[in-house]
């Protein structure tokens, strides 16, 4: 007769607290437990439950909803959808929502950081300002025109996620310290490496893009990629990789110290309410963003057909030296405009939040 064998389920009871007094008559202090909210009396509190395994056969299995149960109440099917595909279908369409709405500003950004690489010597102006840009685009192309060029990114954002939640799951595993804990520096390099390969695996979509946004006329997305692939060849699809990848790191970095950094020096009341990690999120991507913005500018004008610049050291100080050093933030207004509506949208509707702090290579969406 084989041996039955009891197991102990320990779980964790609400409003209550550990406490270090004595048992009456234990010499030795003992941890008990105390409910919060009574003054000057212990409540002590322990319970152990106990289930036959014979008797648990007997209880009714988990019941399934029928076919006519889930006709007549078809919103029961997502009860059957597995918790981690739903989180992260929660976060790829507040993701595009966040795409489209913002997409506006994006274009508007797209053109500024490209417009004296456009218009090269035919014309005296080397900038266009944010409100010119916002009048040319509804005078030339109407309203349509200012989502001109949003589905590359939101088609970018199901496989930029997904490579991005497994590749960090794997980097985790080889940064784990000898212990197996994952130390504050091996987190921001997981998170890093994470981020740099979702960018290269998707970048060909961020190229398109761009190509869409700046280029004249009306091309769907399928001409522009064969045009580039005709007439440009697969590597183009990949210009301006090195600045994208250079600025991941950094911008992880200070994104995560001004981050803890802020919230630390805010009164403890405060650190825990969700319109504080809000604000803290804001500020730190802000001042993320103003570091690593000349790198995005750099990216884009290397992503133009036929731009002059091959390596970041070529961009830099070419733009300087047709745009001033003010060229290398050029459209940084939009850019910070978007953050706000795009952060409500990616931190606020799903449990995607809770995630995207404790996984740094989802930080890199400020100039992304």
Avoid at 174 to 187: H, P, Q, Y
Avoid at 197 to 225: C, I, K, N, W
Avoid at 249 to 269: G, M, Q, T
Avoid at 285 to 314: E, N, S
């Amino acid at each position: 007769m084989r041996e039955e064998k009891g197991v102990l389920v320990w779980r964790s009871i609400p409003g209550l607290e550990a406490s270090n007094t004595g048992l009456v008559g234990s010499p030795v202090p003992q941890l008990q437990w105390r409910k919060n909210g009574f003054s000057g009396i212990s409540c002590n509190f322990a319970s152990v439950s106990v289930l036959d395994k014979g008797f648990q056969n007997e209880l009714p299995p988990t019941s399934t909803p029928t076919a006519a149960q889930l006709f007549k109440h078809p919103l029961a099917l997502v009860a059957l959808v597995p918790k981690d595909i739903s989180l992260f279908t929660a976060g790829a369409v507040a993701g595009a929502a966040a795409k489209s709405v913002t997409a506006p500003l994006d274009r508007i950004k797209l053109l500024m950081q490209t417009h004296g690489l456009r218009v090269g010597e035919e014309s005296a102006k080397k900038a266009i300002g944010f409100i010119e840009a916002i009048t040319l685009i509804g005078k030339e192309e109407g309203l349509k025109g200012y989502w001109k060029g949003n589905l590359p990114q939101v088609i970018r954002i199901i496989p930029y996620s997904a490579v991005q939640l497994f590749a960090y799951e794997t980097y985790k595993k080889l940064f784990r310290g000898k212990d197996g804990e994952l130390s504050v520096i091996g987190r921001l390099a997981a998170g890093a490496c994470a981020g740099m390969t979702s960018t290269f695996v998707t970048y060909p979509l961020d190229v398109l893009r761009l190509r869409l946004a700046v280029e004249p006329g009306h091309q769907t997305m399928s001409e522009v990629a064969l045009n580039i692939l005709r007439e440009e060849g697969v590597a183009s699809f990949y210009k301006g990789l090195g600045p994208s990848l250079l600025g991941i790191a950094p911008y992880i970095a200070v994104n995560f110290c001004v981050f803890d950094l802020v919230k630390k020096s805010l009164p403890e009341k405060y650190q825990k309410r969700t319109e504080t990690s809000l604000l803290t999120g804001l500020v730190s991507a802000t001042i993320a963003t103003v570091m690593c913005y000349p790198l995005d500018t750099v990216r884009r004008q290397m992503q133009m057909k036929g731009a002059p610049y091959k390596t970041v050291l070529d961009a830099i100080p070419g733009i300087v030296e047709r745009d001033g050093f003010i060229g290398l933030y050029r459209g940084f207004v939009p850019n910070a405009l978007k953050t706000l509506p795009n952060s409500r949208f990616m931190l606020t509707p799903v449990p995607f939040s809770l995630f995207s702090f404790r996984n740094p290579s989802l930080w890199f969406c400020g100039v992304v």
